[in-house]
Nanobody, 114 residues
Framework: VQLVESGGGLVQAGESLRLSCVASGFIFSNSAMGWYRQAPGKQRELVATITSGHSPNYTDSVKGRFTISRDNAKNTVYLQMNSLKPEDTAVYYC?????????WGQGTQVTVSS
């Protein structure tokens, strides 16, 4: 299983970013996917998930601002982040569960300045 994130960067508050995660090594279309984040000094937290049937779920702090989506033809899951806030600053990780184990990408840094 390999997960490779991209799309992070430095933006100002109110701006947008789109993260991408390209997956390989498992049947992507059959698998739920998730985006997590970890801010300095904090535990990793779940941001959003999407089922194999494209049903999304979000943590309360990002509802209405973030959108998770997937393109099974490209083995890619996205996280569109709008109206970014300084508290969204974190390393963002893509994740999936396969054969009972959780797998993570290397992460992509998102920094939001005020």
């Amino acid at each position: 299983v390999q997960l490779v994130e991209s799309g992070g960067g430095l933006v100002q508050a109110g701006e947008s970013l789109r993260l991408s995660c390209v997956a390989s090594g498992f049947i992507f279309s059959n698998s739920a996917m998730g985006w997590y984040r970890q801010a300095p000094g904090k535990q990793r937290e779940l941001v959003a998930t999407i089922t194999s049937g494209h049903s999304p779920n979000y943590t309360d702090s990002v509802k209405g601002r973030f959108t998770i989506s997937r393109d099974n033809a490209k083995n890619t899951v996205y996280l569109q982040m709008n109206s970014l806030k300084p508290e969204d600053t974190a390393v963002y990780y893509c994740s999936t569960r396969f054969m009972g184990n959780y797998y993570w990408g290397q992460g992509t840094q998102v920094t939001v300045s005020s």
